[in-house]
């Protein structure tokens, strides 16, 4: 790809689907935003939007497997961009490049807050008296964010065993929790409890509401990215990452199916589980007493864990690739590798100080997390959807890697991209009503903060000496400059 070599090779095949299959974490997706869910289309949107998002995001997941294969590098999404489009290269592949930076940042930021919330909620379960506040939140998403960096500051090696761990945490957790909601209860709702629709969104529109319940799953669905991103440090890079992207959505969409059907009906009081800080937790407890629902949460906060983990990997590795080509500010800095780590450890500290200034809101705004996730879901999608849409527009002449669509290429592409735009409208509108200062949804505003600051950097001065992915030489030069 044109680039000297300063990362070590170290992820199989597995290690790469376990870093998507660990970012996806339909416990950590599904446990954070079930409770939105609840209200916005209830079980017959928690249940159907699932599958039906679920398809959807095979079309994107298999359009960027099909260009992952193709380029195989920790620039992913920018630096196909940059490569995929005819004119203008430096401006898609900046523009990518940021949209893919922020959505990265929200979904670190987000699951810190979702296993910051879950251990509050632990907390108040052995200490009654304990009393959850934004400042108590931010505070320990802060520890959170700290240990994860020291995590991704060491080895490579230790960071794909850890997700290695995360795939059985997931698939062994989730096997406990279902098996426990479906044989410890007396009491279940009935089949066609699927099809009950809830609206408690403060919107008359039903349509609409249910649209919005949507965003449960497309949360969970997001970092799939991650294999990508890891691809420089993946061995048979040009097979085993678009596999990797494939198995991890597809894995994902089976195993959240069934524990999404577990937690539906195994609901009680629709009503007060639904009104509860935290509605998964509540429909435990009701389900199997205080003491199982303590064991089992302590599951899913580790698996929260994991997610918030290898989503600062991926980020961490973007931003390696994104100042590797100089297109962020001090860029010498952050794409710097540690010669006794191997690893980007400036960039992963970069990751990890911009997602706690995403996370401030939440000192003072109770609705800061679904902001933080419609960041996430927004900016990453978009970051997804330029690449495929310009691998669209380039048709016949783009030249596919060992793992390739064939004649489906373009009709799958071509329902990705429409996925793409449809969500990200979506996602960026307000999720309650009345709009007030505390229900107001923060995403445009973040989204567009972001975006007016490379806008203005782009033309003032990175227009001028940013041309897209740069390149190092010929394949025999960058070989002689490989460190390792």
């Given amino acids: 790809m044109g680039y000297p070599r300063k990362l070590t ?48 995001v095979l079309f994107v997941g298999a359009a960027m497997g099909e260009i992952a294969s193709a380029y195989p590098t920790s620039g992913a999404l920018y630096f196909s961009a940059g490569k995929l489009a005819k004119h203008h290269r430096g401006a898609w ?18 699951t810190g807050y ?20 934004g400042q108590s ?57 699927a099809t009950h629709f809830v609206n408690s969104t403060g919107f008359s529109s039903g349509v609409y509401a249910a649209m919005l319940g949507l965003l ?18 993946t061995v048979k890079a040009t097979v085993n990452t678009p596999k990797g992207i494939m198995r991890a959505i597809g894995g994902s969409a089976v195993a959240g199916l069934i524990l999404m059907l577990a937690l539906v009906y195994a609901i009680r009081d629709y009503t007060a589980t639904a009104s509860a800080s935290a509605p998964p937790v509540q429909i435990l407890i009701d389900a199997l007493g205080p003491g199982a629902a303590k064991l089992l949460l302590l599951i899913v906060i580790g698996a929260m864990l994991f997610c918030g983990l290898a989503n600062m990997t991926s980020n961490t590795r973007q931003i390696f690739a994104f100042a590797r080509d100089g297109a962020m500010p001090g860029s010498r800095l952050w794409h710097s590798v540690s010669p006794r780590t191997r690893t980007p450890v400036k960039a992963v500290w970069l990751a990890a100080v911009c997602s706690f200034v995403l996370i401030t809101p939440a000192w003072w705004s109770h609705t800061a997390f679904t902001a933080i996730v419609s960041v996430n879901v927004v900016g990453l999608y978009l970051a997804y959807g330029v690449p495929i849409f310009l691998r669209l527009r380039l048709g016949d002449e783009f030249q596919p890697g060992p793992w390739h669509l064939g004649r489906w290429g373009k ?30 949804n923060y995403a445009p505003i973040a989204l567009g903060v972001v975006l007016i600051i490379a806008t203005a950097w782009w033309f003032t001065t990175a227009r001028r000496r940013f041309q897209g992915p740069v390149s190092y030489g010929s394949p025999d030069e960058v070989a002689a400059m490989d460190l390792i």
């Fill in 9 to 56: 090779r170290r992820f199989r095949g597995f290690d790469n689907f376990a870093i998507s299959f660990t970012i996806i974490n339909i416990i950590s997706g599904i446990f954070s935003a079930f409770g939105f869910g609840m209200g916005a289309g209830g079980p017959l949107i928690l249940v159907f939007g699932w599958i039906s998002v679920s398809i959807m």
């Fill in 411 to 440: 009709p799958v592409a071509l329902t990705a991209v429409v996925w793409i735009v449809f969500s990200s409208v979506l996602f960026m509108l307000p999720h309650a009503s009345p709009i007030t200062p505390t229900t107001f």
């Fill in 114 to 133: 979702a296993a910051a919330t879950f251990i509050q909620a632990f907390i108040v379960m052995q200490w009654p008296s304990y009393t959850v506040t």
């Fill in 137 to 193: 939140t931010v505070i320990i998403i802060t520890v959170i964010l700290l240990l994860q960096a020291l995590a991704n500051t060491y080895t490579v090696q230790l960071v794909a065993t850890l997700n290695r761990i995360s795939v059985w945490w997931l698939l062994i957790g989730m096997t406990v929790i279902v098996l426990a909601l479906v044989l410890v209860p007396t009491h279940h709702q009935s089949a066609s409890f």
């Fill in 216 to 233: 449960v799953t497309s949360w969970t669905f997001t970092g799939f990215d991650g294999s990508f991103h890891m691809s420089e440090e």
């Fill in 93 to 110: 592949s900046w523009y990518t490049g940021w949209l893919n930076f922020v959505g990265q940042i929200g979904g670190t930021a987000a």
